[in-house]
């Protein structure tokens, strides 16, 4: 058994100079009334939801920030031995969201600065042990698809490429420890990317309205950042908290959203994951302390709990969190009588964070005994998955953090439609999307839970941006949102969408040297685009299909439709009516006259199909009628074989493919097979973009 408390004093421990008492009694009543002050503050404001949120450490930090000042800092930076780093882009937080927005930062240019607390990347993923991937596995994409297809790819190697989907909780499980080799390694790619590990903020610098940096300490060095944007992407919002930004915390408590009257009233509950494996000898530890058989008996239905509600049987509890190499994650929700520990609860509020979380192990020590003990399960034992100390996660699972008061907020309407079946609204200024039901897990164990499956949404720019103050940006679970909503956004592939979207539009503000509000939304979503990031939904169109930016650009400014069935249909042929009707839309979108189509020999006809050499035709009769372009005459390096050299369509369909309009590598043309719609949005979005630029 591991002893995780504290060596007794011996005779090398320091001893308090008696004559010191009398200060360190004074300070201790100074500090006392500056706590019972913010506290206070807090508490008149609604935002005081327990120590978790607000200990001695953070108030003292908070106290330095307020009287920091990056520029007399700076300037003393040589006597107090600080470091003094200039970044366009710093990040604190290497979770989902900062690792995805750091790597996108850098992958545009900036020099990026990514500080994190632990010696590992990917957060929730990773550092919390969360390696079952929450979301649908048909929208994943952007850099998030990136990591994934890593992971798949270090498994394949090893010939284990099925042991990562034995799992019941997601379509993906992998080992914690794999997903921070690969995000260290896409890391270590970027060359205008500096990752500070085990390192801790220390202050944020804030002058007027603005935020200009951070300080930190790595082990006993000090650093202070001048940034043109700051990023929050840490797991419980401290940096808002830090630099005296708006934001939410807990439930809203006038909200009118629909779940509002049946969520838990309380902040969701954190878990302290771990990670066992099946061994071949019993492994049982010593009973914890405070440990009661009581919390955990109904975990499945049993001679303990013959009556249990829980969601769970001894089968799904054994591959719920089922990873590769005989590995069980320990992440089992309080539906179910599991070890999510409820953080704020009243019984806390005179404890450290520290302390909190060592009770959020103990809780998980306590579950983990009892599934020893109780359930047969005396051979599954802690794994040293993250070379902890105790052999828990590095960091726990937190599902919820403050959340920014921003330009834009998320509610339950602005999300659900027709009861959660139908696609919402359009969004002009949409980054990112949603995919996964509204998830809120209750703090009162055995007592349900809200789980409602709903239809992608998206997510707009200005969830990230704060309504007051410049130079910041937020990128994690911490956006502007609802407390409903946040059951929905905090999860992996949302926090690593927004996180890429916001990495991209920090490198843009300092490139431009503009504040982040002021980016071009429909820049940034070009390049969103351009990298592959899924910014609307369809279930047969995936980001990485190479129709969708074409598809997407005109989806997302209403001007292309899928169907009901959030479909797209990209293989279904197309009609004159069809192929009119994207020609218009292209026009639209390029802010062009739809009046260029008279001039050609263009019919409307629901009744006849248009091919391939039709496509080449109509096409090739724009470029030539348009004053934009000239048509090149010159000779196109294609492959085609099925063209006769000399021929009408020939020419046309060398001039288009010198033109960039048709890929002619292929060594078929098909002339006579029936245009499909990814075809025909494709031709046509590239002709509108040689034609014409927004």
């Not at 604190?92 to 930062?105: N, P």
Request: charged share 25%; hydrophobic share 35%.
């Amino acid at each position: 058994m591991e002893n995780n408390s504290l060596p007794d004093g011996g005779p090398g421990d320091s001893v308090e100079n008696p004559g010191s008492t009398s200060k360190k009694w004074i300070w201790m009543i100074v500090t006392v009334l500056v706590l019972g002050g913010v506290a206070s503050l807090l508490v008149g404001s609604g935002l005081f939801q327990g120590a978790l949120y607000l200990d001695d450490d953070l108030a003292a930090r908070k106290e330095g920030s307020e009287t920091a000042s990056i520029a007399k800092e700076s300037r003393q930076a040589s006597r107090s031995r600080d470091s003094v780093l200039d970044c366009d882009v710093v990040i604190a937080g290497g979770g989902t969201g900062g690792v995805s927005a750091a790597l996108a930062s850098a992958r545009e240019g900036a020099k990026t600065c990514l500080v994190e607390e632990t010696d590992w990347l990917g957060g929730m993923m990773t550092s919390a042990g969360v390696g079952g991937i929450d979301g649908r596995p048909d929208s994943v994409s952007g850099i998030f698809h990136e990591i994934i297809q890593n992971i798949e790819d270090y498994y394949l190697a090893r010939g284990q490429s099925k042991d990562i989907h034995n799992c019941t909780v997601s379509y993906i499980c992998f080992e914690p420890h794999v997903g921070d080799i690969v995000l260290k390694e896409m890391a270590a790619a970027e060359k205008n990317l500096t990752v500070y590990y085990n390192s801790k903020v220390s202050k944020v610098y804030r002058e007027k309205n603005t935020i200009v940096g951070i300080g930190f300490k790595q082990d006993r060095m000090g650093y202070i950042v001048k940034a043109d944007v700051t990023i929050d992407a840490t797991e419980y919002g401290d940096l808002m908290f830090l630099g005296d930004i708006d934001y939410d915390l807990g439930v809203d408590p006038d909200s009118k959203e629909s779940l509002a009257a049946q969520a838990d009233q309380c902040i969701q509950p954190l878990t302290y994951v771990a990670i066992l494996k099946e061994y071949d000898d019993p492994v049982v530890r010593k009973k914890p302390a405070n440990y009661d058989r009581e919390d955990f008996k109904c975990v499945i239905k049993s001679p303990l709990c013959p009556n249990s509600n829980s969601l769970l049987d001894k089968d799904r509890l054994l591959s719920y969190g089922r990873m590769p190499n005989n590995k069980l994650m320990i992440n089992i929700p309080s539906h179910s009588y599991g070890n999510d520990f409820h953080a704020t609860s009243s019984n806390l509020e005179n404890y450290s964070r520290e302390d909190i979380l060592e009770e959020a192990k103990n809780y998980s020590r306590g579950f983990i005994y009892f599934l020893q003990s109780e359930l047969g399960m005396e051979q599954f034992g802690f794994y040293d998955e993250f070379g902890t100390r105790d052999r828990f996660a590095k960091i726990p699972y937190v599902r919820e953090s403050r959340r920014l008061v921003g330009v834009d907020r998320l509610i339950e309407d602005d999300i659900v439609k027709g009861g959660g079946v139908q696609r919402v609204d359009i969004l002009d200024n949409a980054i990112a999307i949603g995919d996964y039901p509204i998830d809120l897990h209750f703090c009162k164990y055995g007592k349900g839970d809200i789980f409602k499956p709903i239809a992608p949404y998206q997510i707009p720019y200005g969830v990230a941006v704060p309504k007051k103050v410049d130079g910041f940006l937020v990128a994690d679970k911490n956006i502007s949102v609802s407390h409903i909503v946040n059951g929905t956004t905090r999860l992996q592939p949302v926090s690593m969408a927004v996180g890429q979207a916001v990495g991209v539009a920090a490198a843009m503000a300092s490139e431009e040297g503009i504040d982040p509000r002021d980016v071009d939304v429909e820049e940034l979503q070009k390049k969103l685009l351009e990298s592959g990031s899924n910014m609307f939904f369809f279930t047969d169109l995936s980001a990485q299909h190479w129709a969708y930016p074409y598809v997407a650009r005109l989806a997302m400014e209403g001007l292309l439709s899928g169907y009901g069935d959030f479909t797209f249909k990209p293989n279904e042929i197309v009609n004159e009516t069809d192929f009119l009707s994207i020609f218009r839309a292209n026009l639209i979108f390029k802010n062009q006259n739809t009046a260029v189509l008279k001039g050609m020999d263009f019919s409307d006809s629901a009744n006849s199909l248009v091919n391939r050499s039709d496509a080449a035709n109509y096409l090739y009769q724009l470029m030539q009628s348009s004053s934009e372009y000239r048509v090149s005459d010159g000779q196109a390096d294609m492959n085609f074989k099925d063209l006769y050299k000399g021929s009408e369509l020939y020419e046309q369909v060398e001039a288009l493919t010198s033109a960039g309009v048709i890929n002619g590598d292929d060594t078929r043309f098909r002339p006579y097979d029936v245009l499909t719609r990814a075809e025909a949005v494709v031709l046509v979005g590239r002709s509108m973009d040689i034609l014409f630029t927004q």
